[in-house]
């Protein structure tokens, strides 16, 4: 038996069939193809293609002794290449918003990951396409380069993207989202109002009251798309019409939401959300 909000949840509302396992399934691969070709993963490719065009274009690192073509080739693609191993690398440790409280270690742990083993990428391909053969003596020369780059790319992108997973209203006469087919029996047809990440479950707030569900807050997320909301915080999803209040303490504010929940704000989503409207 499960812990629920007023008492226990029966085996039977953890339990999967067949077809919720489908779902949940569907729900991972819509999930995963969000975090490599939604809009933010998008951005961070262009802005990386854009960082490559600069690096061609001034022959940064010696580069300037080949001709403008390869070098843009070389640049852009190595950038574009470093955005999408930093994606997954930033997916791994910083999915459901581990990271957010922490942005420095993460930015580190981020740098390092993508660093060792795009070293290697860096020292085949230019050796390749600058010198023809490949010389074990000069990868260690390739680190501090490769070190300099990623750091200066990973802040950038860091910039461009940080905002809270974001989710949007559907347009009328979409179909309701997936999400709301998960709600137990006792919820179905309630008002959701956020969704609090708890180990391994998710308690829904909505205005018939709690319950627990299991499942991940990032798959959630994934399958809110279709009410305006946002995580605000690596722990918590709120939908915005949700939001009655807000305060501010010891530097963080913190939403009131309908039903009495309240949802805390992280630093690292606070000045975009603010800018959004949400408080």
């Not at 991972?28 to 809009?39: D, K, M, N, P």
């Not at 293609?49 to 061609?56: D, M, S």
């Amino acid at each position: 038996m499960g812990v629920g909000a007023g008492g226990l949840v029966s085996q039977s509302a953890l339990r999967q069939t067949p077809a919720s396992l489908r779902e949940r399934l569907a729900g991972a691969v819509h999930a995963s193809r969000t975090v490599w070709f939604g809009r933010d993963a998008l951005r961070g490719y262009l802005v990386s293609g854009g960082a490559g065009v600069f690096l061609a274009l001034i022959g940064a690192m010696g580069s300037y002794q080949a001709p403008l073509l390869p070098r843009l080739l070389y640049w852009v693609g190595l950038s574009v290449a470093g955005a999408v191993v930093g994606t997954g690398v930033t997916q791994l440790i910083g999915r459901e918003g581990r990271a957010d409280n922490h942005p420095w270690l993460y930015g580190t742990a981020t740098v390092i990951l993508i660093t060792l083993p795009f070293t290697v990428v860096v020292w085949l391909v230019s050796e390749a396409l600058f010198v023809g053969r490949l010389r074990p003596e000069t990868l260690p020369r390739y680190l501090l380069p490769v070190l300099i780059v990623t750091t200066a790319m990973t802040a950038l992108n860091f910039l461009v993207q940080r905002r809270p997973p974001e989710t949007h209203a559907a347009p009328t006469g979409a179909p309701a989202p997936r999400f709301l087919d998960r709600l137990p029996p006792k919820l179905r047809g309630a008002e959701l109002y956020a969704v609090e990440a708890e180990d391994h479950y998710l308690r829904l707030h909505t205005s018939r009251g709690q319950d627990l569900i299991l499942m991940r807050l990032s798959d959630a997320v994934a399958e809110l798309e279709g009410i305006e909301g946002a995580q605000t915080h690596r722990s918590w999803w709120v939908a915005k019409a949700a939001v009655e209040a807000a305060r501010r303490g010891d530097g963080r504010a913190t939403l009131s939401l309908k039903g009495g929940a309240e949802a805390p704000v992280s630093r690292a989503y606070a000045k975009a959300l603010r800018e959004a409207g949400w408080y």
